[in-house]
Nanobody, 120 residues
Framework: QVRLVESGGGLVQPGGSLRISCAAS????????MNWYRQAPGKERELVAS????????NYADSVKGRFTISRDNAVNTVYLQMNSLKPEDTAVYYC?????????????WGQGTQVTVSS
C-alpha cells in the first residue's frame, strides 16, 4: 500500500522557519522524483519545489527560491522542505507528491497535506 505522510506543519510568525517532512512507503522511493506542492484558499495548487531521483537535483518556484530548500534521504524514504524567511503568502496546505514517468506509464502519488500558516 502506497503511503505519503506529511508532518511538521503549523503556525509560524512572518520571518520564521519551519521544516516539513514526508515519509513514504509502499513503493521504491529512490526511483521517484519528489515534489512539494501547495494550495492556498481560493487558489490553484502550485508546484513549490522538486528533487530528482538521480542526483537529487533540486528545482524551485521563483516565489520561494532562496528561502526554501528541498532535500531527500533515500535511506529513510523521506523528503523534506526547509522553509525560511516565511511570509504570510506562504500560508497554504502543503502536499507531498511522488512521480515516476516512463515510456508506458505515469505513477503519481499524493499525501494528505499539512497546513502551514504564517501569521503574527
Amino acid at each position: 500500500q502506497v503511503r505519503l505522510v506529511e508532518s511538521g506543519g503549523g503556525l509560524v510568525q512572518p520571518g520564521g522557519s519551519l521544516r516539513i517532512s514526508c515519509a513514504a512507503s509502499g513503493f521504491t522511493f529512490s526511483r521517484y522524483t519528489m515534489n512539494w506542492y501547495r494550495q492556498a484558499p481560493g487558489k490553484e495548487r502550485e508546484l513549490v519545489a522538486s528533487i530528482t531521483s538521480v542526483g537529487g537535483i533540486p528545482n524551485y518556484a521563483d516565489s520561494v527560491k532562496g528561502r526554501f530548500t528541498i532535500s531527500r534521504d533515500n535511506a529513510v524514504n523521506t523528503v523534506y522542505l526547509q522553509m525560511n524567511s516565511l511570509k504570510p503568502e506562504d500560508t497554504a496546505v502543503y502536499y507531498c507528491n511522488a512521480r515516476l514517468v516512463n515510456t508506458v506509464s505515469v505513477f503519481d502519488y499524493w499525501g494528505q497535506g499539512t497546513q502551514v500558516t504564517v501569521s503574527s
